[in-house]
């Protein structure tokens, strides 16, 4: 993950595959179009990342590292290309999940 997670290219690399194989899993498995299992995919990787952007995160406690205007409880380190990575993981499971059971209930 953190090698995954190192540049932005890398990182961008790795969500777009990510939601290919999702994607592709849905097209074949459960018969979505196209279209469609990337609009639920997005939607729900959208959702997701908005749950897993606050996790582990910790505020700045070295004055030194404050600039002027900064707010006091904004992350010294966000992670936020790790959390693209885990947020691409957590989508497809949801993803594959919910289509898995759309059709058990009916929808």
């Known amino acids: 993950m953190?090698?995954?997670s190192r540049s932005t290219p890398l990182t961008v690399a790795a969500v777009v595959a990510l939601a290919a194989v999702f994607v592709a899993l849905a097209v074949s498995l459960f018969k979505l179009t196209v279209g469609g299992a990337v609009a639920l995919y997005f939607v729900?990787?959208?959702?997701?990342?908005?749950?897993?952007?606050?996790?582990r995160n910790q505020p700045e406690h070295r004055p030194e590292h404050i600039v002027p205007g900064q707010d006091p409880g904004a992350p010294a380190l966000p992670r936020l290309r790790e959390k693209a990575i885990w947020?691409?993981?957590f989508a497809g499971a949801a993803f594959l999940a919910a289509l898995a059971v759309f059709p058990l209930a009916g929808l």
Not at 44 to 55: H, K, M, N, V
Request: no cysteine; aromatic share 16%; charged share 0%.
């Open 2 to 4: 953190h090698a995954l």
């Open 44 to 55: 729900l990787w959208w959702t997701l990342l908005f749950a897993i952007l606050p996790l």
């Open 87 to 89: 947020t691409s993981l």
